[in-house]
């Protein structure tokens, strides 16, 4: 059983939205408190490179490309992080994966595809 599931990957329009969630259901929310979570994306042909992170002092950061059209939120009730992507270009498309780092470990989800085009 996987420890982080990420959904709501789909095909979208240019200019639409998605919202990805991360969940980390086998973690226990203390746990779940401490991680640094982050979420990354693999466009076809392409390096991995990261998106968005929030650390768990609530400190984010964005990538320069989708500083302004994509906010990463978390909702420590639910264990699950999430990501709100707007005005979403063809560029935005490959598989997103969501990650999870403490001093006591280094969590990947498989992903969840995302695919921008008319």
């Known amino acids: 059983q996987e420890q982080l599931v990420e959904s709501g990957g789909g095909l979208v329009q240019p200019g639409g939205s998605l919202r990805l969630s991360c969940r980390a259901a086998?973690?226990?929310?203390?746990v779940f408190w401490q991680q640094r979570l982050a979420w990354y994306r693999q466009a076809p042909g392409k390096q991995?490179?990261?998106?968005?992170?929030?650390?768990?002092?609530?400190?984010?950061d964005y990538a320069e490309s989708v500083n302004g059209r994509f906010t990463v939120s978390r909702d420590a009730s639910r264990k699950t992080m999430y990501l709100q992507m707007n005005n979403l270009r063809a560029e935005d498309t490959g598989v997103y994966y969501c990650?999870?780092?403490?001093?006591?470990?280094?969590?990947w989800g498989k992903g969840t595809q995302v695919t921008v085009a008319s």
């Open positions: 990650n999870a780092v403490s001093s006591h470990n280094d969590y």
């Open positions: 991995r490179e990261m998106v968005a992170t929030i650390d768990s002092r609530g400190n984010i």
């Open positions: 086998r973690m226990i929310t203390s």
